[in-house]
């Protein structure tokens, strides 16, 4: 894939995620593939608490955004097949290594979640889990998303929350106070790294969604565990705060059959 297929902020963006993997990903993957249950985010609530999935043995998974895809290791644990779809090439190397390792097998593309290079209805569910869901422009990867759903499926992705972003510094971690207005938040970049992120308040999401023919089902706002500490490498919300206001949240969403 060359620099030319890509927007300027994926560029970027596949930038930072080439020296994430060597800072820090690509050390981690093992351990998250070796993990028996499913997790989410940075306090790792467990899936069985949350209960964001459907049941998907049988399905046909595609990640969008997938990183070092143990999010598509644990699906495919679980009698899925699934497909992870991401733009870095350290990201998907790492992947297969883990592969190899673990003795597990599943299709890894190099591509954009903004350009999905396979086939409409191919699949029963798509995921996101800090992929698409941040790193994408929300019109793009959602309509990619509802492209590749086959009618009824559905669509799961996991995003920092609304309320922590409109309270997130320029630099620092997550205070008690609103920073940021909620009215026209899109694109953001941040002074103290290289990337973008995209962020929509709930009513555009909603929007977004029902323009691609997709209807909510479910949207969880995840709160820290009790026991839950500060995360090691993303520590930019603690824990404490985490515990008072969701800072993430899960939508679930389902293709109009």
């Known amino acids: 894939m060359t620099h030319s297929e890509l927007s300027e902020d994926a560029v970027r963006n596949r930038d930072v995620w080439t020296a994430e993997n060597v800072a820090y990903t690509g050390k981690k993957a093992r351990e998250a593939w070796a993990q028996a249950e499913i997790r989410w985010g940075v306090f790792q609530e467990p899936e069985t608490e949350v209960g964001a999935l459907p049941d998907v043995a049988g399905m046909d998974v595609v990640e969008l955004g997938c990183g070092t895809a143990y999010f ?3 699906l495919a644990k679980r009698g899925a097949r699934p497909v992870g779809i991401d733009v870095t090439p350290a990201q998907l190397e790492t992947a297969r290594e883990c592969q190899k390792e673990f003795g597990l097998e599943f299709p890894l593309i190099e591509a954009s979640a903004e350009d999905v290079p396979l086939p409409d209805e191919s699949f029963d569910l798509a995921l996101s889990e800090y992929g698409a869901s941040i790193w994408c422009e929300p019109e793009r990867w959602v309509a990619e998303a509802a492209r590749l759903l086959r009618p009824g499926g559905e669509l799961v992705f996991l995003s920092n929350s609304t309320i922590s972003i409109l309270c997130s510094p320029d630099e620092g971690k ?15 970049e941040w002074p103290d790294d290289e990337g973008v992120n995209f962020y929509l308040p709930h009513g555009e999401w909603i929007r977004v969604l029902r323009e691609n023919e997709l209807e909510v089902v479910a949207l969880h706002e995840l709160q820290a565990p009790a026991d839950a500490e500060d995360h090691p490498h993303y520590d930019f919300v603690s824990a404490e705060w985490a515990r008072k206001w969701p800072a993430e949240e899960i939508w679930r969403a389902r293709k109009r059959a």
Do not use: D, H, I, K
């Open 174 to 188: 997550v205070g008690e106070r609103l920073l940021r207005p909620q009215f026209g938040m899109y694109r953001f």
């Open 72 to 74: 598509s290791a644990w």
